[in-house]
């Protein structure tokens, strides 16, 4: 590629061609290499195997902020799988939930019954809404294997002004869970019990992949990453 043509190039592009031969650890070393850690948001849904990339962060920067969606329907065990991890990776966890009177709504309409996506918007979407203005990156743990959206996805992405990272997005099935084995990392509590995506409890049954969330209905994704 001549000087023309890399000029021509958006910053999406130019990141996108920078970080995919990287490696994990690679990718995320990058990341603050080119952000300060003040610009990045990272989130984690601490559900089946959120292992992976808290550990990856907290050998990097291990005081970077992870914010933690909390619906109000998790799990008991992805609660205690949280608290796990925060307390062996020292994590800096900062718990972001519902206006009060939306979450009421919710539960008192059963919405994840009726209407999963307005559900999904209060419980998820709407909260984490009001903190993007503050970040340059938003960092995320997809891969490509999880969904038929998630195989369209690359390394960056330009998501409702904001730049979407998924250091994990080539990440096979295999792969990662020899990474947590490897590491003598913990597994969320539900995996072994046939869980391979977690969600919240009203919507979320085992089943391989995501088929598991949202069950009986084509629902696949809660609109945080769409």
């Known amino acids: 590629m001549d000087k023309l043509e890399k000029e021509k190039l958006s910053l999406v592009d130019k990141l996108n061609i920078k970080y995919g031969p990287l490696d ?7 990341l603050y290499q080119d952000y300060n ?53 020292d994590l800096n966890v900062v718990d972001i939930r519902a206006e ?16 999963p996506n307005q559900c999904c918007n209060l419980n998820k979407v709407k909260p984490l809404d009001s903190l993007k203005s503050n970040f340059k990156i938003w960092v995320s743990g997809l891969m490509k294997w999880q969904s038929d959206f998630r195989t369209s996805l690359n390394y960056f992405e330009n998501r409702n002004d904001i730049l979407k990272f998924y250091p994990l997005l080539d990440i096979g099935y295999m792969e990662r869970d020899q990474f947590i084995i490897d590491h003598h990392l913990p597994f969320h509590p539900l995996k072994s019990k046939g869980y391979s995506s977690i969600g919240c409890s009203n919507c979320t049954v085992p089943g391989e992949d995501r088929s598991g969330r949202w069950n009986n209905s084509p629902k696949t994704e809660c609109g945080l990453h769409l």
């Open 100 to 115: 009060d009177t939306d979450h009421k709504l919710t539960s008192d309409s059963k919405m994840w019954e009726a209407d």
């Open 37 to 89: 850690e003040g610009e990045v948001m990272l989130t984690s849904s601490f559900a089946a195997t959120s292992a992976f990339l808290l550990k990856v962060f907290s050998d990097v920067n291990s005081n970077q902020t992870i914010y933690f969606i909390d619906t109000g329907y998790h799990f008991e065990e992805t609660m205690i799988y949280k608290d796990y991890l925060t307390k062996l990776y």
């Open 24 to 30: 994990v650890y690679q990718r995320v070393e990058a």
